[in-house]
């Protein structure tokens, strides 16, 4: 069964106990989440498209631990002004373990 799931303006295509990584979540690790927002849903049976959500179609996920992404580098430079900026940036990231994807 695979779904594909709205979650933080993103969309993630998931399995029963594939792991994403998504941007922060304020809640702490350990935590059961539960995603309503399920764009599209294909079983043995077919695939189900919502028109914009699926009503009874419910995906659930644990929050393993929260980690830092890759550094990036921004570089700002204007030629011949003697002008540089250089700047990293880590993101701060989720790592989620999809449970269940549930039918209603």
């Known amino acids: ?8 303006g993103k969309q ?3 399995r ?3 792991r994403i990584i998504i941007d ?8 059961e989440i539960k995603i ?3 764009l599209l849903l294909e079983t043995d049976d077919g695939v189900k498209i919502g028109s914009p959500n699926l009503k009874k179609v419910e995906v659930t996920g644990r929050v393993l631990r929260h980690q830092k992404g890759k550094k990036i580098i921004v570089f700002k430079m204007r030629r011949r002004k003697h002008f ?8 701060l990231q989720s790592v989620v ?6 039918e209603k």
């Open 1 to 8: 069964m695979i779904a594909v799931i709205k979650l933080q």
């Open 36 to 38: 309503s927002d399920v």
């Open 84 to 91: 540089r900026k250089k700047k990293g940036h880590r993101q």
């Open 16 to 18: 029963e106990g594939d």
């Open 24 to 31: 922060h979540l304020e809640v702490p690790a350990g935590t």
């Open 12 to 14: 993630y295509k998931v």
């Open 97 to 102: 373990e999809i449970n269940a994807i549930k």
